[in-house]
């Protein structure tokens, strides 16, 4: 099942990433937040605009340590963007998320895995011609384990 989710999301992205057009694709580094165990994370998101205003956004999240729990995360979220002003706009996202989580305990080793949807809204503000700061805030609703997850990174347009 995990691999066949990869390679979907893997097809998605390079069949659409091979239609984008210059200064369509944007590269972000993110800090992620998840409420459920305190986790802290560091992710990367690929940002793909095929039509005006609608982005692709796949992702991945590794979750540092916490009480014994790490945790890995790969999302494909569509963003619609509204732009308010000439460097700042809001956007409204959905999406599919699926997460591995590690277990590592005194007495025991285990892991487990989850799909699940995301919802949520991200804003984002141009520092720079192809450089801009973003936040964003959503719910990921899993199989026993629902969080809210806060994000901000910095995105690369190319």
Known sequence: MKKYLFFAILALVTAIGAHAEARDIAV???????????????GLQVQIEPITNWRIAPEFIYYLKNDGMSALNANLNIHYVIPTSNSFALYPMAGFTFSHFMFDSKWVDSSSSRCGAN????????????????????????????????????????
Do not use: C, P
């Open 28 to 42: 972000a580094g993110q800090f992620a937040y998840g409420s459920k165990n305190s986790m802290a994370g560091l």
């Open 119 to 158: 919802i949520g809204i991200g804003a984002q503000y141009r520092i720079k011609e192809q450089l801009h700061f973003f936040t964003e805030q959503r719910f990921q609703i899993l199989k026993d384990w629902n969080q809210s997850v806060t994000l901000l990174g910095l995105k690369y347009t190319f």
